[in-house]
């Protein structure tokens, strides 16, 4: 059985990326382990972003970029909204929307921070 795709402002893993159809809307979220800017690439940027269960790999136009430039320069965590696309067996997320997720990582490390450290182990 199938499970329904999620809607943004959910997000939708990595590892499902291959079930959707070419041209659907969708929400993906990561960490950015790469950013690339070529200068024949005419100011387009790709991103990777990485999930749980694989990467994620995102077209941003140069007029998207200007809008958001800030959120793909300075971005550790970023969710994008936009549509899938295959060229040649690899599949692309071209952005139409990015938000930086970033401070939710702040927080993990503060929850981090605050949990107890678990009992240690008995030896001898």
Same mark, same amino acid.
């Given at each position: 059985?199938?499970?329904?795709?999620?809607?943004? %402002?959910?997000?939708? @893993? !990595?590892?499902?990326? %291959?079930? /959707? %159809?070419?041209?659907? +809307? $969708? &929400?993906?979220?990561?960490?950015? #382990?790469?950013?690339?800017?070529?200068?024949?690439? +005419?100011? $387009?940027?790709? *991103?990777? *972003?990485?999930?749980?269960?694989?990467?994620?790999?995102? #077209?941003?136009?140069?007029?998207?970029?200007?809008?958001?430039?800030?959120?793909? @320069?300075?971005? +550790?965590?970023?969710?994008?909204?936009?549509? $899938?696309?295959? =060229?040649?067996? /690899? #599949?692309?997320?071209?952005?139409?929307? #990015?938000?930086?997720?970033?401070?939710?990582?702040?927080?993990?490390?503060? &929850?981090? !921070?605050? !949990?107890? *450290?678990? %009992?240690?182990? =008995?030896?001898?």
């Amino acid at each position: 059985m199938t499970h329904p795709l999620p809607r943004p %402002p959910s997000a939708l @893993i !990595a590892a499902r990326l %291959p079930e /959707v %159809p070419p041209g659907r +809307r $969708v &929400a993906v979220a990561g960490l950015v #382990i790469v950013r690339q800017r070529p200068g024949t690439a +005419r100011g $387009v940027v790709f *991103l990777t *972003l990485e999930d749980e269960t694989g990467v994620v790999n995102v #077209i941003v136009w140069r007029t998207l970029f200007e809008r958001y430039r800030r959120a793909v @320069i300075a971005g +550790r965590l970023l969710r994008v909204t936009g549509r $899938v696309e295959r =060229q040649a067996g /690899v #599949i692309h997320v071209v952005a139409e929307e #990015i938000e930086d997720i970033s401070p939710l990582l702040d927080r993990l490390a503060d &929850a981090d !921070a605050e !949990a107890p *450290l678990p %009992p240690r182990a =008995q030896t001898g």
